[in-house]
């Protein structure tokens, strides 16, 4: 089921890195959370792959390499911070192949191919599955989640269906600890119709090869040179103090991404993007809501003008339905230069510069 069929189901099969707690969207993810014991519609009975072995010993520390890592978006919800592991996939409608983890995408050198794009939540399925991602969470998971061995047998409950069936909306959750001092799990999860849950143990051993690579890394290193093969396929160099590009979404609802040179002045938590026009939108056509709630971490690098990677996704500007009528996705034939601004948590604008908009009419 390709994203133009799923809209609804978005944030619902993943794969995320998640500390502490994780705030689903929809269904998949509560049932991390539940308290009560969900009915499945089937278990499945398998062997785990052999996987890499990870003990992290160090929550800072890794949370932070998390943040640096453009692999992965680090957010906060509630105080809990969550780590999206990033994904390549076709925009639709032009492809009907399955996108891939972008750490995937990046180890096989190639280039990014037209009309594909990085997203923040999960890899678009075509039929072996709708959706998946994956999760590490400094948390405890439930009764409802099945927790896996390197090498050794789990029941794996998948969820929702109809009746007593697996259908395209089914979901399951499978974890992974982490460390033998914390509680810090990794949890992929599928949704879809494949009643043996192929997908979530052959990405077993590619998420956990990831991640054992991520706990490994040098005390100090520079994300320039670490992800350089990711900066080359985005960005020409020399690189800039600063830049802000876009993916084409949904609805012209956009996608920004770009970096920082760091500054050890600035802080670079909690970056979000509003955008503004003295006529059409003059106190912001964001929602402020919407883009506190999206806002990136980016850690602390190691080096003063190192990289900092950051991509925002589904900036939707909302007009009036006067305005609307000019600048509406579906009503409006033109659009607007509108006003960005790039800042973060604390409202410090970081960066400043214009782009072309049109309104998201709802």
Wanted: with cysteine; proline share 5%; aromatic share 12%.
């Amino acid at each position: 089921m390709k994203k133009r069929d799923k809209i609804a189901c978005a944030g619902a099969g993943c794969v995320v890195l998640l500390l502490v707690v994780l705030a689903p969207v929809v269904g998949l993810m509560l049932l991390w959370r539940s308290a009560t014991t969900v009915e499945p519609v089937i278990v499945v009975n398998r062997v785990a792959p052999k996987f890499a072995s990870v003990d992290i010993t160090d929550p800072e520390r890794f949370l932070n390499d998390l943040k640096l890592s453009p692999m992965w978006k680090v957010e906060e919800d509630g105080g809990a911070f969550i780590a999206r592991a990033r994904v390549v996939n076709p925009a639709f409608p032009f492809s009907d192949t399955d996108g891939v983890f972008l750490f995937e995408f990046v180890a096989g050198g190639k280039p990014l191919p037209k009309n594909w794009s990085i997203e923040n939540d999960y890899i678009d399925g075509d039929k072996r599955f709708s959706s998946f991602s994956a999760a590490v969470r400094f948390s405890t998971p439930n009764r409802n989640v099945a927790l896996a061995e390197s090498g050794k047998g789990v029941a794996l409950n998948v969820y929702g269906g109809s009746g007593r069936r697996v259908d395209a909306n089914s979901d399951s959750e499978l974890a992974v600890r982490l460390s033998t001092a914390h509680e810090i799990y990794v949890v992929l999860c599928e949704r879809g119709k494949d009643p043996a849950r192929n997908t979530t143990f052959s990405k077993l051993p590619v998420v956990m090869d990831e991640l054992a690579a991520l706990s490994n890394a040098p005390a100090k290193y520079k994300t320039e040179e670490r992800y350089s093969a990711f900066f080359k396929m985005l960005f020409a160099a020399p690189f800039k103090e600063q830049v802000l590009k876009r993916f084409p979404g949904n609805q012209d609802r956009d996608a920004l991404y770009g970096y920082f040179k760091y500054d050890p002045n600035e802080r670079y938590e909690g970056i979000n993007i509003k955008v503004s026009h003295p006529v059409y939108c003059p106190v912001e056509g964001t929602s402020e809501s919407s883009r506190l709630r999206k806002a990136e971490y980016l850690g602390t690098p190691h080096f003063k003008k190192d990289l900092l990677f950051f991509l925002i996704e589904d900036n939707a500007i909302y007009l009036s339905a006067e305005h609307d009528k000019k600048f509406g996705t579906f009503s409006g034939k033109s659009s607007f230069t509108g006003n960005i601004e790039v800042m973060n948590r604390d409202g410090i604008v970081l960066m400043k510069t214009t782009g072309q908009f049109k309104g998201w009419e709802h």
